[in-house]
């Protein structure tokens, strides 16, 4: 009996074999398990050229374009998923509006996330999840987005006269580069700031958010909180956006779902984290250690009692007191 291989796909006048195909998934699957998504966006990509509409391709294939920065193919195969009726429609939605953020289509997020909600399509646990979402969006759409904007010119600085200024002032100084275009002389005066360990986190932060929407790709060395970490910018998420800080949000709102005055408040501490302590992220503790940690860092502001006196306890409130400066 001759095997049966299933159906024959062909596009533009070139016939892949079914086994090719599946060669070409299994390829993509393994290179995402293995976090090579450059590989598995090969992968998928010559698979999807010949079947986009292939459900197994979908899901990894959106993930492997977002994770490799590629968000405008990213956006177009995670709209078929979402169509495809083969998956979790929340989990396919949240793809969705975590790309849109990226290619800073606010409106549109802004309106789908609020039009989830009014409908009551999004169930209790993960209402947090988007709330977040939400939030994040509102912040980045106020921060990047200006309707009409011409070009502006600004006034360049010495390192010498950046450091003269205070906190403040420089961050006012730096807010003169936001919605340019930046050359390279500035760029490389942005990168100096940003490996300046004596400068506040938070000047260093607005620094490295500069290069990274510049596409500045040489690799640079920040130092905070005692902590060393070499980075590339153009490929950094923006700060509180990674995966892990989105974890440790919907965490809280589990551990305060009956008290949404200290949810908030542990939320907003921990997204003040991701602000301050950018690029560095909850690498080293779980998510569950972290969540539990603002709970004790929030109870203690209620009660006066003083947590205990952990690396990451300590941690936490040393970022937090850099806010309060």
Known sequence: MRHRYGRLVKKDNVVVFPGALERLIERGLDAVEDTDYAEAVEAFGQAYHFD?????????????????KDFPLAKEVATKLLHSGTTDYLDAMELYLAISIQLQDYDEVEMTIEALLDEDIVPPDMVNKFN??????????????REDLEPRKFDTFTMEEFMEGTTETQQKMLAEFENSELDRATQILLSQIVEKESLHP??????????RDSGYEGELTVRKFGQSKQVIPAELELPSQDERSID???????????DPTRMQMAIDASLRYGIVAYPFCWDEFSTTDVADAY????????TGEPVIATELNSMIRSVDQQTER
């Open 132 to 145: 977040y979402l939400r939030e994040l969006n509102k912040r980045l759409s106020y921060r990047y987005l």
């Open 295 to 302: 709970t004790q860092y929030i109870e203690s502001m209620f």
């Open 248 to 258: 440790v949000v919907n965490q809280i709102g589990i551990l305060f779902e009956k």
């Open 52 to 68: 986009s509409d292939n459900t197994r391709i979908l899901a990894p294939y959106a993930v492997s374009l977002y994770e490799t």
């Open 202 to 211: 938070i000047v260093i932060t607005y620094a490295l958010v500069l290069l």
